[in-house]
């Protein structure tokens, strides 16, 4: 199970971290990913860590103002966002796939959190 949390209001430029908790699972076997979806639109990569070798996906629109990283002590994955834009607004989701699932696209993700909402006010 896992368990996403940290979501909330932020003004433009502001920065938020969100985390994802994992119960049952031993996240060392996984790739852990950050997808997010705005009303209506389609859901989409954020970014990605595998705890095997620690490599990471970025997608282009939050390249160099997110960073991914892991508490293996904690089974937690924190997604750390900054200079946060009005377009960043959108349910965060948290999923783990397998460990080399360092991609964008959510198909192959097995496991899901239920979604941390994240608004950007202008």
């Known amino acids: 199970q896992l368990q996403a949390s940290g979501g909330g209001l932020v003004q433009t430029g502001g920065s938020l971290r969100i985390s994802c908790a994992a119960s049952?699972?031993?996240?060392?076997?996984?790739?852990i990913g950050w997808f997010r979806q705005a009303p209506g639109k389609e859901r989409e990569g954020v970014s990605v860590?595998?705890?095997?070798?620690?490599?990471?996906y970025y997608s282009e629109s939050v390249k160099g103002r997110f960073t991914i990283y892991r508490d293996n002590g904690k089974n937690t994955v924190y997604l750390q966002m900054n200079s946060l834009k009005p377009e960043d607004t959108a349910v965060y989701f948290c999923?783990?796939?397998?460990?080399?699932?360092?991609?964008?696209?959510?198909?192959?993700?097995?496991?899901w959190g239920q979604g941390t909402l994240v608004t950007v006010s202008s």
């Open positions: 999923a783990a796939g397998p460990p080399f699932m360092v991609t964008g696209n959510p198909e192959g993700f097995d496991y």
């Open positions: 049952g699972l031993t996240l060392d076997y996984y790739a």
């Open positions: 860590i595998s705890f095997s070798d620690g490599s990471t």
